[in-house]
T-cell receptor, first 113, second 110 residues
């Protein structure tokens, strides 16, 4: 039983394309996140949603658009992909508030060529 | 501003003890987390500290000093499978988001 699952695990695409990454959690959490991990392994938050509402947007380019149809799903759509978007994208979820231990999905390795 | 510092890499011997330090400067503080991340895998939760002192969980312990902006993760009886990156993360006081350090890559040698 996968707690946080994201698809696809690998994504190779050309510059300029549009792609989506899907994420689902079955932990009953009310908060979901997208993180980006670059080649230096630095994990940086991009977005956070609580009960389908956007609560954190870390100055991510407009080409990145998250969508949360319900509190168990948080998808990430990326328009006009650029070389610099190549990274591993992690979805995570937690309960809101303090001591918010986050559970991470297995990651999506995006390679833009 | 927000700044979290950890050593980039460490090496230790199987069966030994290793301490991974983390210093932080953040505008707010709701606790500090340690995560383990094996190569190509997701980060997994190890420990949480919000009060000063030591939290022990099996072979792993984590310490926090809020006045010094300092934490460490202590790994005892090291095993080869402990070779991984260890990520220190501070929970922001205003938004509750996790702010991660760059991680420490630990190599355990026979």
């Amino acid at each position: 039983d996968t707690a946080v699952s994201q698809t696809p695990k690998y994504l190779v695409t050309q510059m300029g394309n549009d792609k989506s990454i899907k994420c689902e959690q079955n932990l009953g959490h009310d908060t979901m996140y997208w993180y980006k991990q670059d080649s230096k392994k630095f994990l940086k938050i991009m977005f956070s949603y609580n009960n389908k509402e956007l609560i954190i947007n870390e100055t991510v380019p407009n080409r990145f658009s998250p969508k949360s149809p319900d509190k168990a799903h948080l998808n990430l759509h990326i328009n006009s992909l650029e070389l610099g978007d190549s990274a591993v994208y992690f979805c995570a979820s937690s309960f809101a508030g303090r001591r918010t231990e986050a559970f991470f999905g297995q990651g999506t390795r995006l390679t833009v060529v | 501003g927000q700044n979290i510092d950890q050593p980039t890499e460490m090496t230790a011997t199987e069966g030994a003890i290793v301490q991974i330090n983390c210093t932080y400067q953040t505008s707010g503080f709701n606790g500090l987390f340690w995560y383990q991340q094996h190569a190509g895998e997701a980060p997994t939760f190890l420990s949480y500290n919000v009060l000063d002192g030591l939290e022990e969980k099996g072979r792993f312990s984590s310490f926090l000093s809020r006045s010094k902006g300092y934490s460490y993760l202590l790994l005892k009886e090291l095993q080869m499978k402990d070779s991984a990156s260890y990520l220190c993360a501070v929970q922001d006081g205003a938004t509750n988001k996790l702010i991660f350090g760059t991680g420490t890559l630990l190599a355990v040698q026979p």
